[in-house]
């Protein structure tokens, strides 16, 4: 079965950090670009942040450049987000997602329709 877990979210202050995990079953990660994607209640879904398949590049939204951090693992089969210094504006459903997708600042990976795997996500709640 073919899956993706995230895990990491939380609740906390603003200026906090969290430490999201995205792990794949049934299939190998580093064939994909990996994406996280998040959305906030009455929000559309916002692509965040993605990593090339060998890891070599990434890119950001510029909402969270600078604060965000996206790395992967792909012997652990895994992906990770660091979220720092964090704004109540943060607050959201963290998802990640696999696709055949370029990753670059001249892509379009921020398109959600592209992607063919998607985890359950994870709540991040940033407040006081």
């Known amino acids: 079965q073919l899956q993706l877990v995230e895990s990491g979210g939380g609740l906390v202050p603003p200026g906090g950090s969290l430490s999201l995990s995205c792990a794949a079953s049934?299939?190998?990660?580093?064939?994909?670009?990996i994406t996280w994607f998040r959305q906030a209640p009455g929000k559309e879904r916002e692509g965040v942040s993605c990593?090339?398949?060998?890891?070599?590049?990434?890119d950001y939204a510029d909402s969270v450049k600078g604060r965000f951090t996206i790395s992967r693992d792909n012997i652990k089969n895994t992906v990770y987000l660091q979220v720092n210094s964090l704004k109540p504006e943060d607050t959201a459903v963290y998802y990640c997602?696999?696709?055949?997708?370029?990753?670059?600042?001249?892509?379009?990976?921020?398109?959600?329709?592209?992607?063919?795997?998607w985890g359950q996500g994870t709540l991040v709640t940033v407040s006081e």
């Open positions: 997602t696999a696709g055949p997708t370029a990753c670059h600042s001249g892509s379009d990976w921020y398109l959600s329709p592209q992607y063919q795997y």
């Open positions: 049934g299939f190998t990660l580093a064939y994909y670009t």
């Open positions: 990593i090339s398949p060998g890891g070599t590049s990434s």
